[in-house]
Structures are given as structure tokens and as C-alpha cells.
């Protein structure tokens, strides 16, 4: 059950990322719900009842370019699984659509976009050489964003 809290500061950034959070999970009527709720993601008993204790475990958002992000993109809204990152970060972190992988005729074809910029890694016999391919190229070029 959600507490009724007087923290006076439903006006702040960190409690419309909670409300926003709290939404996209539990509120079929949600625009990202299909992202969030309707995949499962939920949002732990602790943060989902009280915005005190989520800001107390994430505390204020350290810079207006950082956003809340899942550590885990498939995991929970949780304590340990959580970070402020950038959009960039982000991006790395997103379920990507086929993966980065898209099938042409009988070809597998990864791609990787860095920076905006989309890179063409290959074009392989099966799905999986595919992604083998293309999660190396994150891990390099992770490192270097």
C-alpha cells in the first residue's frame, strides 16, 4: 500500500522520474507501458510505495543531461540494478529491435549505431554468427563512450 507522504516536493525532477516510473509499470493506460509494465518490468514494493525511500536509495539527480536507467534493461526497478546515466549510455543499454540484427534473403546482416552514426559489421549465414559479431563490436565500442 502506498504511504501518504508530506516530503513537499512533488514539483522536483526526482519525483516526477518516480511518479513517471511508477506509470510506465503499473498503469496500463500508459503510453510506455508496453516497454515497461507489459514486458514485466516492475518497480520493487519499497520504491513503489514510498518516493521518500526511492529518493533516499538514489538520491537527487546529480546533472540534467543524467537519466534513471536500468543497469539489467530487462530487470526490475531496483535497488542495486539502477544508475543516473546518459542518453548515449542508455542507447547501449536499450532492447534493441532484432537485436541490431535484420535478415535479407538468406544473409544475417549486424549493425551497430555509435554516435549516431550507423556502422555495417557483416553479412553472415546464421543469426547467431550475427549477434556473436555484433555484441563484440559493443564491447568495443562500449569502452570507448
Known sequence: MIKREFHGMSQ????KIWHNMIQRCTN??????????????????????????????VGRKPSPELTLDRIDNNGNYEPGNWRWATIEQQRWNQQRKAEGVS????????????NYKRIYLGSFQTKEEALSIRHSAEIVYRSEV
Open 12 to 15: 522536483t525532477t526526482e519525483y
Open 103 to 114: 535478415k535479407h534473403g538468406n544473409k544475417h546482416i549486424a549493425r551497430l549505431t555509435v
Open 28 to 57: 496500463p493506460n500508459s503510453p510506455k507501458w508496453e516497454w515497461y509494465g507489459g514486458r514485466g518490468i516492475t518497480v520493487c514494493e519499497r520504491w513503489r510505495n514510498s518516493f521518500v525511500d526511492f529518493l533516499t536509495d
